[in-house]
Structures are given as C-alpha cells and as structure tokens.
Antibody
C-alpha cells in the first residue's frame, strides 16, 4: 500500500536550518510530482512547494512565504522528497506534510517548532 | 492568488442529518478542486477530486458538486466518524490555496 513518512521535525532557533525528509513506498515514485504543505497550530493548511518529475526537469515552485528560504528536492533512487528550510522564522512553526501528485495520499506530518 | 472562502467555519449537526459545506472561488478554477478530511490526530484524507469524483473507498454518502464559483461537499446522512474537519483545495493555479476549514460538530 502507498505510504508516505515524514521525518526531521523538531525544535529549532530562529535563523537556523532544518531538513525534512519524506520517504515513500508502494508506488512508482519517479512518476509523480510531490508536494510539501504545512499547517500552523489552529490554522488552515498551506501549500508551500512542489517538485515535478524528471521529464519536466525536476522543476520546482514555491509559495511566496518560503521562496528563497526553502528548497524542495527529490531522490528517485530513494523514493524520497526533501525540504531544506533555511533562515527559519517563528511563523514557520507548523506541522509539515508531504503529499503525492493530486493529493490522493498524505504523510502523517512532522512538527517543526521555531522558537528562541 | 485565488482565494477560497469556505463556509460555514463550524457546523453543529445530528446523526443522520444531511449537510452541505461550500467553498467559493475568487477566480475561475474550473473543476480543479479537492475536498479533504482531517482527523483530530492530523491525518488527512482526500474525499473528492476534480470537484465531484469520489475517491476509492470513500463512502457514497459523500458527494461533490459545483454551481458557478461555488463548490459544495454534501454528506447525505451523517455518521459518527464524520464529525471532523473538512477543507477545500484549489489546484487550478499556483499558489495552490485552501479554504479555512469547516469543523463538523455533533449536536
């Protein structure tokens, strides 16, 4: 069955960096674009990044709120997608989710807390 | 950015009742809308894709429809497991945007 498992969350100081991973299984990872989304405590979900497939040159697109600070990447050999988060701010505190394609499948989320 | 205005923000209803949730899109999104369900533990599940297509394994009491710029999720007869949160998501154009959510509560 399709599984997505996010890891890498935790407590980090403002201005520091963190890298999230999403390891997948149960489908041909290389065939699907992958997304990162987040949900701050008590707030709505927010889409933050997408990476396309090899045939689309692994193109990436970002929400304005993270553009220039976050980088999405993928390793098809490991069926994994990553989110490198730099210059973190308190407002980046959220549960971060990865999702496949047109959002049929989601991970369970990993909590990132940015606090001094 | 396309704004998705979701209503109501919360809804109190009874078992067996029929309810409808609505998202209004600020621009044309065609059929590019999903409905998602979120459990209290954060687990997210897609219920409806492309406005009205039911995901595999989702009970038939869930349905999606469109009238102009208004998109609706209807639950025909509420069951106990339906009292969770619901979000719409437009994927017609970047940035993808969500509604603010509807919390469905047991009356």
């Amino acid at each position: 069955q399709v599984q997505l498992v996010e890891t890498g969350g935790g407590l980090v100081r403002p201005g520091n960096s963190l890298k999230l991973s999403c390891v997948t299984s149960g489908f041909t990872f290389s065939n699907y674009r992958m997304h990162w989304l987040r949900q701050p405590p008590g707030k709505r979900l927010e889409w933050i990044a997408v990476i396309t497939v090899k045939s689309d040159n692994y193109g990436a697109n970002y929400a304005e709120s993270v553009k220039g600070r976050f980088t999405i990447s993928r390793d098809d050999s490991k069926s994994s997608v990553y989110l490198q988060m730099n210059r973190l701010r308190e407002e980046d505190t959220a549960t971060y989710y990865c999702s496949r394609g047109w959002f049929a499948y989601w991970g369970q989320g990993t909590l990132v807390t940015v606090s001094a | 950015d396309i704004q998705m205005t979701q209503s109501p923000s919360s809804l109190s209803a009874s078992l067996g009742e029929r309810v409808s949730l609505t998202c209004r899109a600020s621009q044309d999104i065609g059929s590019s809308l999903n409905w998602l369900q979120q459990e209290p533990d954060g687990t997210i599940k897609r219920l409806i894709y492309a406005t009205s297509s039911l995901d595999s394994g989702v009970p038939k009491r869930f349905s999606g429809s469109r009238s102009g710029s208004d998109y609706s999720l209807t639950i025909s007869s509420l069951e106990s497991e339906d009292f969770v949160d619901y979000y719409c998501l437009q994927y017609a154009s970047s940035p993808l945007t969500f509604g603010a959510g509807t919390k469905l509560e047991l009356k």
